[in-house]
């Protein structure tokens, strides 16, 4: 379970949306693509991490599909997870869990 664990990536701002990829994933590609279109980021940063990356190791959390999509607070705990393929409704749905957290 990925909700509630804390995220230690060096340089990282919180509130973010921390997308976990591929660099060939086609999948991947359209879900950063949504998160981008939405252009509701909310002061939040997108942040992607190749899952053959050294930032990946630093992460410490099993990810087993890609793309993950991950949400942080101010604070850098996940409060929102997203695995496989994004939606538009999904992204949405992350976008305003984003928009909550900035009220």
């Known amino acids: 379970m990925l909700i509630g664990k ?8 919180h509130p973010a949306i921390i ?10 590609i359209y879900s950063k693509k ?5 252009n509701g980021l909310n002061g939040a940063k997108l942040m992607e991490i190749d899952i053959a ?12 599909t ?3 999509i ?3 607070d101010k604070n850098g705990n996940v409060i929102g997870v997203w695995k496989g393929m994004l939606t538009v409704k999904a992204g949405n749905s992350l976008i305003n869990l984003l928009r909550r957290l900035s009220e």
């Open 6 to 13: 804390r995220v230690h990536i060096d340089g990282i701002s």
């Open 66 to 68: 890609v793309p993950t």
């Open 53 to 64: 990356s050294k930032t990946f190791d630093q992460l410490r959390m099993r990810i087993e």
């Open 34 to 38: 949504i998160l981008l279109r939405e």
């Open 19 to 28: 997308l976990i990829k591929s660099t060939f994933c086609s999948k991947c």
């Open 70 to 72: 991950l949400v942080t």
